[in-house]
């Protein structure tokens, strides 16, 4: 595995998990409503032991926001060094980013949440979800790989 691609995934897996962030968390302030992000950790959290985690359907104060959207990060970071293990140097951006994506969301939101008990399964979802979180995981799987892409090219 190369270490300056594999960099370079991570990257573009951290600037995608930011854009997502920061959608979710706009959309909290706007609708003073937890984002799912935040109703996973929530779950995460109670699902490990973890005590004072409130419940209920209100964002979570500052230090729980970065504790949610920093695990979020890391589940980001880990997925780029994924993809930089799973592909070769010589794959194209777009077929890769786009089944890594795919690949992505299918393990988290169809098998390891429900598996983990942490979400409902994906398949109870309404379609406006389902194509919600398969656009995102698509455009993270993109990020990524055009983030291993261009490390390799310009370090090459």
Request: proline content about 4%.
């Amino acid at each position: 595995m190369n270490g300056k691609r594999t960099v370079g995934a991570v990257a573009g897996a951290l600037v995608a998990g930011l854009g997502l962030t920061a959608m979710m968390m706009a959309q909290e302030k706007k609708t003073q409503k937890a984002s799912e992000l935040t109703d996973l950790g929530r779950a995460s959290a109670h699902r490990l032991g973890v005590h004072g985690i409130p419940t209920g359907k209100r964002p979570p104060d500052p230090r729980k926001q970065a504790l949610v959207q920093g695990g979020h990060l890391l589940l980001s970071a880990l997925a780029g060094i994924a993809y930089a293990a799973a592909t070769d140097e010589d794959a194209d951006v777009v077929p890769s980013g786009v089944a890594f994506g795919l690949a992505f969301y299918g393990v988290a939101h169809w098998l390891t949440g429900p598996l983990l008990g942490v979400k409902q399964p994906e398949w109870r979802s309404d379609g406006t979800t389902v194509g919600m979180h398969t656009a995102n995981h698509v455009a993270f799987g993109l990020a990524t790989a055009a983030g291993a892409k261009w490390a390799s090219k310009v370090t090459a």
